[in-house]
C-alpha cells in the first residue's frame, strides 16, 4: 500500500511555475511534473487561505464545513469571534486516517489550532492572525515541542511596510524556509507514516509584498528586488527535492497551492462608502476606530501578539471588532461591509420580521446595483457558490472585484474623513501591507503537481482529501470532490466531531486588560 506525501505551496501561481520549470530553476517541480501531472487547481470562492485549505483537507465546501475566515460575525450590531480549529464541522483528513489506524503528519497547516489528537503528530498553522512562533500549545502530543520548536511563520510585521522592510523581509523568508525544510525532513524520517501534508507560507508573503518589483507591467511597479519572488520559489524547489528524498520510495507525492497570486492594482474601493452613497448605510458622526488595536500593532512585540492573542482572545475581538465596525450607525443601516481585501462581500443588516420574499428583493437589488458599479464584475447569493448546513455563515452577497488591464482592484477599509467609493492609490501607497492593499493578490487557480497522472479534468481543491483516502484505500462520508485517479472505497466511514472551542475566562481577559492599560495601550 502506497503512502502519500502532500506539500503545500501556499499561493503558488502556476503561471510563473510552468516557465521557470521550462527553464531548468525548479528541476525537481520539473521532475515531478514529467512523472505524473501538472495543472491549474480551482480553489474555493473567494480564494481565500482559511476556507481554501480547510476544503483541501475535507473535501467539502465552506457552507459544509463552516469555516469561511479566520473570523466571524454574529448579532447586531456585531460582534466578532475568532474561529479555530473547533469551528470546522466535518472531519478532516488527519480525523478519518487516525480513525482508520492510518499514521498521520501534520505540519503547518492552516486552521489546524489548537492541534488535535491524532494518531501521530500534528503542528499547528499560523491560526492567531497575529502568530509568529509557536510554543507546546501548538503541538500535539506536547513533548514533541523540542524537536519542533525553530517552526515559526514569518517573524516580520506585515502592516507598516517602511523603506527598509523588503531588505529585511526577504532573507528571513530565506532561512524560514531552511528552518521548516531541516525539520520536516526529520520528520519524515522519524518514525513510519501513512500521511504526511506540510505547508509553507513563504510564496503567499513574498507575492503579496514583492509582486510590484517582479511584474514591469504592473501599475505600482519599482525597481529593486526583481528576483525575490523567484528566489523564494528556487529555494522551495529544494526543498520539494529535499522532502521527496526523505519520504523514500513508494510514496505518492502532490504539490498543492490553496490559490494563485496577480498583482494588484492602484484602483480602490470603499465598500460602505459606496453603500452610504446608495443610502443603505449611515455613519455615526465623530466615531472612530480601535486605539487599541493601533497601539497593539505599533507597540507590542510582534513575537508577543499571537501569545498574548491565544491567552486574552476575548480583549482582541474587542479591538478588532471595535476597529471595524465602531463607526457604523446600526439602527439606520440596511447592508455593510467587512471590507475584507481578501474576501469582499456585503452583508445585510436583516430587521426582525423582514420576510424571506423581502430579504430575496433587497439581495437582488443590492446585487444589481453592485454590478452595475464599474469596479465589481460580479455579486453572487451566498446561496448561489456555497451548500450545506452553514451557509448562512456566510455574508449575504459574495463580490468578484473586476480587473483592470489585468490588475486587481483593492477593497479597504474605508477611512474617516474621506467620502469617496473609489479611489487611485498615491504613489506612497503602492508597497501596501495588510490592511492597505498588498500589492500582489489572490487569483482563483493554484496549482497541482503530481506523481501520478491525473485522470480527470478541471480537478480542484475538493478532489484531494478523495485522492488521499483512495490511494490509501480508508472509507469516507460523502464528499463534493472526488479521486483524480482511481476510485472511491465503497462504504461509508463513522462520522468524527470536531473539538469544541475553548473560550477565555473572563478573569484571563482581565489580566490582560490591566496589563495593556498598565503599558497606555488602552485608552
Same mark, same amino acid.
Given at each position: 500500500?502506497?503512502?502519500?506525501?502532500?506539500?503545500?505551496?501556499?499561493?503558488?501561481?502556476?503561471?510563473?511555475?510552468?516557465?521557470?520549470?521550462?527553464?531548468?530553476?525548479?528541476?525537481?517541480?520539473?521532475?515531478?511534473?514529467?512523472?505524473?501531472?501538472?495543472?491549474?487547481?480551482?480553489?474555493?470562492?473567494?480564494?481565500?487561505?482559511?476556507?481554501?485549505?480547510?476544503?483541501?483537507?475535507?473535501?467539502?465546501?465552506?457552507?459544509?464545513?463552516?469555516?469561511?475566515?479566520?473570523?466571524?460575525?454574529?448579532?447586531?450590531?456585531?460582534?466578532?469571534?475568532?474561529?479555530?480549529?473547533?469551528?470546522?464541522?466535518?472531519?478532516?483528513?488527519?480525523?478519518?486516517?487516525?480513525?482508520?489506524?492510518?499514521?498521520?503528519?501534520?505540519?503547518?497547516?492552516?486552521?489546524?489550532?489548537?492541534?488535535?489528537?491524532?494518531?501521530?503528530?500534528?503542528?499547528?498553522?499560523?491560526?492567531?492572525?497575529?502568530?509568529?512562533?509557536?510554543?507546546?500549545?501548538?503541538?500535539?502530543?506536547?513533548?514533541?515541542?523540542?524537536?519542533?520548536?525553530?517552526?515559526?511563520?514569518?517573524?516580520?510585521?506585515?502592516?507598516?511596510?517602511?523603506?527598509?522592510?523588503?531588505?529585511?523581509?526577504?532573507?528571513?523568508?530565506?532561512?524560514?524556509?531552511?528552518?521548516?525544510?531541516?525539520?520536516?525532513?526529520?520528520?519524515?524520517?522519524?518514525?513510519?507514516?501513512?500521511?504526511?501534508?506540510?505547508?509553507?507560507?513563504?510564496?503567499?508573503?513574498?507575492?503579496?509584498?514583492?509582486?510590484?518589483?517582479?511584474?514591469?507591467?504592473?501599475?505600482?511597479?519599482?525597481?529593486?528586488?526583481?528576483?525575490?519572488?523567484?528566489?523564494?520559489?528556487?529555494?522551495?524547489?529544494?526543498?520539494?527535492?529535499?522532502?521527496?528524498?526523505?519520504?523514500?520510495?513508494?510514496?505518492?507525492?502532490?504539490?498543492?497551492?490553496?490559490?494563485?497570486?496577480?498583482?494588484?492594482?492602484?484602483?480602490?474601493?470603499?465598500?460602505?462608502?459606496?453603500?452610504?452613497?446608495?443610502?443603505?448605510?449611515?455613519?455615526?458622526?465623530?466615531?472612530?476606530?480601535?486605539?487599541?488595536?493601533?497601539?497593539?500593532?505599533?507597540?507590542?512585540?510582534?513575537?508577543?501578539?499571537?501569545?498574548?492573542?491565544?491567552?486574552?482572545?476575548?480583549?482582541?475581538?474587542?479591538?478588532?471588532?471595535?476597529?471595524?465596525?465602531?463607526?457604523?450607525?446600526?439602527?439606520?443601516?440596511?447592508?455593510?461591509?467587512?471590507?475584507?481585501?481578501?474576501?469582499?462581500?456585503?452583508?445585510?443588516?436583516?430587521?426582525?420580521?423582514?420576510?424571506?420574499?423581502?430579504?430575496?428583493?433587497?439581495?437582488?437589488?443590492?446585487?444589481?446595483?453592485?454590478?452595475?458599479?464599474?469596479?465589481?464584475?460580479?455579486?453572487?447569493?451566498?446561496?448561489?457558490?456555497?451548500?450545506?448546513?452553514?451557509?448562512?455563515?456566510?455574508?449575504?452577497?459574495?463580490?468578484?472585484?473586476?480587473?483592470?488591464?489585468?490588475?486587481?482592484?483593492?477593497?479597504?477599509? &474605508? =477611512? +474617516? @474623513?474621506?467620502?469617496? !467609493?473609489?479611489?487611485?492609490? *498615491?504613489?506612497?501607497? $503602492?508597497?501596501?501591507?495588510? #490592511? %492597505?492593499?498588498?500589492?500582489?493578490?489572490?487569483?482563483?487557480?493554484?496549482?497541482?503537481?503530481?506523481?501520478?497522472?491525473?485522470?480527470?479534468?478541471?480537478?480542484?481543491?475538493?478532489?484531494?482529501?478523495?485522492?488521499?483516502?483512495?490511494?490509501?484505500?480508508?472509507?469516507?462520508?460523502?464528499?463534493?470532490?472526488?479521486?483524480?485517479?482511481?476510485? &472511491? =472505497? +465503497? @462504504?461509508?466511514?463513522? !462520522?468524527?466531531?470536531?473539538? *469544541?472551542?475553548?473560550? $477565555?475566562?473572563?478573569?484571563? #481577559? %482581565?489580566?490582560?486588560?490591566?496589563?495593556?492599560?498598565?503599558?497606555?495601550?488602552?485608552?
Amino acid at each position: 500500500m502506497a503512502r502519500f506525501l502532500i506539500i503545500g505551496l501556499d499561493g503558488a501561481e502556476p503561471s510563473l511555475m510552468a516557465p521557470w520549470m521550462d527553464e531548468g530553476l525548479l528541476p525537481n517541480l520539473a521532475r515531478l511534473r514529467a512523472r505524473g501531472t501538472f495543472a491549474p487547481l480551482e480553489s474555493t470562492f473567494p480564494p481565500a487561505t482559511f476556507p481554501a485549505w480547510t476544503s483541501c483537507v475535507t473535501g467539502v465546501n465552506p457552507g459544509r464545513h463552516g469555516l469561511f475566515d479566520f473570523t466571524e460575525t454574529t448579532g447586531t450590531p456585531p460582534t466578532l469571534h475568532f474561529t479555530n480549529a473547533g469551528s470546522r464541522k466535518v472531519p478532516a483528513l488527519w480525523n478519518i486516517l487516525s480513525d482508520a489506524r492510518k499514521r498521520v503528519g501534520i505540519l503547518g497547516v492552516p486552521a489546524t489550532y489548537p492541534p488535535e489528537p491524532v494518531n501521530g503528530f500534528m503542528v499547528s498553522g499560523f491560526d492567531s492572525p497575529v502568530a509568529t512562533n509557536i510554543n507546546p500549545s501548538f503541538v500535539w502530543p506536547p513533548d514533541w515541542f523540542p524537536e519542533v520548536r525553530d517552526w515559526r511563520f514569518a517573524d516580520m510585521q506585515e502592516s507598516n511596510i517602511g523603506p527598509k522592510w523588503h531588505a529585511r523581509a526577504l532573507p528571513a523568508l530565506l532561512r524560514k524556509i531552511d528552518d521548516k525544510e531541516r525539520i520536516a525532513c526529520q520528520l519524515l524520517s522519524k518514525e513510519p507514516w501513512d500521511f504526511f501534508m506540510v505547508v509553507f507560507g513563504e510564496t503567499d508573503t513574498v507575492s503579496h509584498h514583492f509582486w510590484m518589483f517582479h511584474d514591469q507591467n504592473s501599475p505600482r511597479h519599482r525597481p529593486g528586488f526583481e528576483t525575490a519572488i523567484q528566489s523564494v520559489y528556487q529555494r522551495l524547489d529544494h526543498t520539494v527535492g529535499a522532502l521527496m528524498e526523505a519520504a523514500g520510495d513508494d510514496v505518492v507525492v502532490c504539490v498543492v497551492s490553496d490559490h494563485g497570486f496577480g498583482g494588484a492594482g492602484d484602483g480602490v474601493i470603499h465598500l460602505n462608502n459606496w453603500l452610504a452613497e446608495q443610502g443603505y448605510l449611515r455613519f455615526r458622526d465623530g466615531a472612530g476606530g480601535s486605539a487599541l488595536k493601533r497601539a497593539a500593532l505599533r507597540w507590542v512585540p510582534a513575537p508577543w501578539r499571537g501569545s498574548l492573542f491565544r491567552r486574552f482572545s476575548g480583549l482582541a475581538t474587542r479591538a478588532e471588532t471595535k476597529s471595524r465596525f465602531g463607526r457604523i450607525d446600526w439602527e439606520h443601516t440596511t447592508a455593510w461591509s467587512e471590507e475584507l481585501n481578501y474576501f469582499p462581500s456585503v452583508r445585510i443588516n436583516r430587521p426582525r420580521g423582514m420576510t424571506d420574499t423581502a430579504y430575496a428583493a433587497l439581495i437582488t437589488e443590492i446585487c444589481a446595483r453592485l454590478e452595475s458599479w464599474a469596479p465589481v464584475a460580479r455579486a453572487w447569493p451566498r446561496e448561489t457558490r456555497y451548500h450545506g448546513d452553514y451557509v448562512d455563515r456566510a455574508p449575504d452577497i459574495l463580490l468578484e472585484l473586476a480587473l483592470e488591464n489585468g490588475y486587481a482592484h483593492s477593497c479597504l477599509r &474605508t =477611512p +474617516e @474623513g474621506d467620502l469617496r !467609493p473609489f479611489r487611485r492609490l *498615491a504613489p506612497a501607497e $503602492y508597497p501596501g501591507g495588510k #490592511e %492597505r492593499g498588498m500589492n500582489g493578490s489572490h487569483r482563483g487557480m493554484g496549482v497541482l503537481l503530481s506523481s501520478e497522472p491525473v485522470t480527470r479534468p478541471n480537478p480542484s481543491l475538493y478532489d484531494i482529501t478523495p485522492t488521499v483516502l483512495s490511494v490509501l484505500g480508508v472509507t469516507a462520508p460523502p464528499m463534493d470532490g472526488r479521486p483524480l485517479w482511481g476510485h &472511491t =472505497p +465503497e @462504504g461509508t466511514a463513522p !462520522p468524527t466531531t470536531p473539538r *469544541a472551542e475553548t473560550p $477565555y475566562t473572563k478573569e484571563e #481577559e %482581565r489580566l490582560l486588560e490591566a496589563q495593556w492599560r498598565g503599558l497606555g495601550y488602552l485608552e
